[in-house]
């Protein structure tokens, strides 16, 4: 009788001594909502802001006043581009379903939302590089077609080494831009999601 009194003192003590392991750990997945409400909001602004250059992208050009033939050239730069972009929003949005239905009440889902939202943000990183070149390609196309008098005069007067620095310098600066924006948009709240992350105990 005095074992299962000792064995039931010990349960007693082990079970105290647990629970406020158990509020910290909810208490810090409570934290992590925040973070993860803010990455959902944006992503939902995400879908509009895209959808929106896409339209004005459109009358592009009527605002311009492209030829005929440039107008051609222009919707196949603009359906590549939509391509790419409809392939991204499918993932973005499945995604988006997802962490909207799943609970937030254990560190497995928030480790999960973590990994899922890093690989978007790669995602969205390179659908901003792949759309950054096609339309330095358009713009190039566009200049040598209905500018080709005015670019011959310039190109005369420039060296291939220059002309080969500015393609450069045109690459970090795009690379830099989309690096800082999707940090400043999505990393700096998915930095927070995981510093909560890794102060949870291992389920």
């Known amino acids: 009788m005095a074992m299962n009194f000792d064995d039931l003192k010990n349960d007693w003590n082990a079970e105290s001594s647990s629970e406020p392991n158990v509020s910290a750990d909810m208490l810090k997945i409570k934290q992590a909502r925040t973070p993860v409400d803010i990455i959902r909001r944006k992503m939902k602004h995400e879908f509009t802001y895209q959808i929106v250059a896409l339209i004005l992208m459109a009358a592009f050009p009527y605002l311009f006043g492209f030829s005929p033939h440039m107008k051609l050239i222009f919707l196949a730069f603009f359906a590549i581009t939509c391509g790419f972009t409809a392939h991204y929003f499918f993932k973005f949005y499945r995604f988006y379903k997802n962490s909207c239905d799943m609970t937030m009440d254990s560190r497995k889902s928030i480790l999960w939302f973590f990994y899922e939202m890093k690989l978007n943000i790669e995602l969205y990183k390179a659908l901003t590089y792949i759309i ?72």
Not at 146 to 166: Q, R
């Open 132 to 203: 950054a070149f096609i339309w330095v390609g358009f713009i190039s196309v566009y200049l040598l077609i209905e500018k080709t008098g005015a670019i011959n005069k310039v190109l005369a007067k420039l060296s291939p080494s220059y002309i080969l620095l500015n393609c450069f310098i045109t690459i970090v600066i795009i690379g830099v831009i989309t690096e800082l924006w999707a940090w400043y948009y999505y990393g700096r709240y998915l930095k927070r999601v995981k510093t909560i992350v890794d102060e949870l105990d291992f389920e």
